[in-house]
């Protein structure tokens, strides 16, 4: 590639990786020892909450009183939007049938998991969205009990809107508990709850590591890394658009990267140029943020040709990937690697983070090279099964033994001959592995 950086990275997300694993460990031993106490204890120590941690029905109302009404419109928009999506994407999703040999049939079924719990962050910033993603589509997949966690704020509890937005989209309990500490609850079925089968839903790295530990006895939606975002635009891209949109990503934290890939050298100067003044403009929390992402972990990077742009992309495989380009069609069908994507000026990667429909819980550090973000399909289990007539089982049979055999392995072999011997009394088979 002739790919030329105008702005390189100094840093990456596994520059200041640090080793909370053994932290992590050590609080997830306690809390599955200890059991409730456990948890309350970390709750005191890393929420600062010692209040009730499973919401009443009283407590939600008293919290969704407290939500203006354009907030709840907004928040009932929203999850229609997720809703609809998810339950489209279900569709694609069925039980079948098939003949696989005169006399076999075999066929696949599709079950939701019975218990999911879902994260929904609220330190840095209160994610009522990510409330609407996780839970609507946990609902629309089936699941039968719906677990919310939430970290309280000291003295005030879990966000009104959070609660609010969990309660409307289907959540059977909410738990005024965060950090590894909420994980731990809802995999050890605590408090009266049911053990989760699954655990979604987006954390800080103490929360992503204790999901990785724990991946195997429950499942996960993926191992999650800081958040990133990649803009692909060409001379046509509205380079006020692009850096407001660079800027709108780099405040999720200090490192959090985002990407500009561009064949255009005019635009990329020129983008460099804006984002500073557009992060300068930020509140004091997201000003941060946003200046220590785009300062260490931001990249400008000039390439030859749209060929090589996409095959930059398919590379960096962005959790998010925006195209301000013409030909949006081609982009489309070129593509592979992405989280989510975002084509033309007309949407933005906010509207998929917040309310156009499409889920936000999405793969993070690379992983979009081999997984798509949370969906309906992450709640249901593809199982199979298959029957037989007689004269079904008898050519299977007789294949299953031989190539058992050749495996070394007598027992499975023994187990089809039983059958022919039963069904086929006095047949003779050729039953030996071939030499």
Not at 51 to 65: K, N, W
Not at 72 to 95: G, L, P, S, W, Y
Not at 239 to 253: M, P, R, Y
């Amino acid at each position: 590639m002739t790919r030329e950086y105008l702005k390189k990275a100094t840093k990456t997300a596994q520059t200041d990786a640090s080793d909370v694993r053994a932290t992590v460990m050590g609080i997830l031993d306690d809390i599955q020892a200890g059991g409730d106490e456990a948890a309350l204890r970390y709750a005191a120590k890393f929420d600062q909450w010692d209040g009730p941690v499973l919401l009443t029905s009283e407590d939600i109302a008293a919290a969704a009183a407290k939500v203006p009404q354009q907030l709840k419109d907004d928040i009932a928009f929203a999850h229609n939007n997720v809703r609809n999506f998810a339950e489209t994407q279900k569709t694609t999703m069925t039980d079948v049938t098939l003949e696989v040999v005169p006399g076999l049939i075999a066929g696949q079924k599709v079950i939701p998991v019975q218990a999911a719990g879902c994260y929904v962050p609220g330190g840095r910033y209160s994610h009522v969205a990510s409330a609407i993603m996780t839970v609507t589509t946990a609902k629309v997949a089936g699941c039968k009990h719906i677990t919310v966690c939430s970290p309280p704020k000291p003295g005030e509890g879990v966000n009104p809107a959070i609660i609010y937005a969990a309660h409307l989209c289907g959540a059977d309990k909410i738990l005024s508990m965060g950090g590894v500490q909420g994980v731990a609850a809802m995999t050890y079925g605590l408090f009266g709850l049911p053990e989760a089968d699954i655990l979604v839903g987006p954390g800080n790295q103490f929360v992503a590591e204790a999901k990785r530990i724990l991946f195997g006895r429950v499942g996960i939606d993926m191992v999650a890394g800081p958040t990133d975002s990649l803009i692909l635009a060409d001379k046509t891209a509205d380079a006020f658009l692009v850096a407001t949109d660079l800027v709108s990503q780099a405040e999720h934290g200090y490192n959090s990267p985002v990407w500009l890939v561009t064949d255009d050298r005019d635009l990329a100067e020129t983008v460099m140029t804006m984002v500073p003044k557009l992060i300068e403009d930020l509140p004091e929390l997201n000003r941060d943020n946003a200046e220590a992402a785009w300062r260490d972990y931001a990249e400008v990077i000039l390439c030859a040709d749209r060929a090589e742009m996409a095959a930059t992309s398919d590379e960096y495989a962005p959790e998010h990937l925006t195209v301000m380009a013409e030909d949006l069609d081609w982009w489309l069908d070129t593509l592979s690697c992405y989280g989510s994507l975002f084509l033309g000026e007309e949407t933005t990667v906010s509207f998929g983070d917040k309310a156009s429909g499409t889920n936000h819980v999405l793969p993070t550090s690379r992983a979009a090279k081999y997984t798509g973000g949370l969906s309906v399909h992450k709640f249901m289990k593809i199982v199979t099964w298959q029957r037989a007539t007689r004269e079904g089982c008898k050519p299977v049979a007789e294949a299953t033994a031989r190539i058992s055999r050749l495996e070394g392995m007598e027992g499975h072999a023994r187990a089809a001959d039983a059958r022919l011997a039963k069904f086929f009394p006095g047949e003779n088979f050729n039953l030996t592995a071939a030499e």
